[in-house]
């Protein structure tokens, strides 16, 4: 691999590696706890609604609106 691949290859990896390395092996032992402890995957998200569309559901909007 070149430079600019390995580059790219670097910044596409799937976990903060940069973070991760630098843990200790008792932190990524409780991460993977905690992790597993999640279960299996739940449902997907609901899908993109383009303005103007309203959303079903329950949501939360940011800002606030004022009162």
């Given at each position: 691999m070149n430079?600019?691949?390995l580059l790219a290859?670097?910044?596409l990896l799937p976990m903060p590696n940069h973070a991760?390395?630098?843990m200790s092996d008792q932190d990524l032992l409780?991460?993977?706890r905690f992790v597993s402890h999640l279960g299996p995957a739940g449902t997907p998200a609901p899908a993109f609604v383009?303005?103007?569309g309203k959303p079903a559901g329950p949501l939360v909007v940011f800002p606030s609106p004022a009162p």
């Open positions: 430079r600019v691949s290859a670097a910044l991760l390395r630098l409780s991460i993977h383009p303005p103007p």
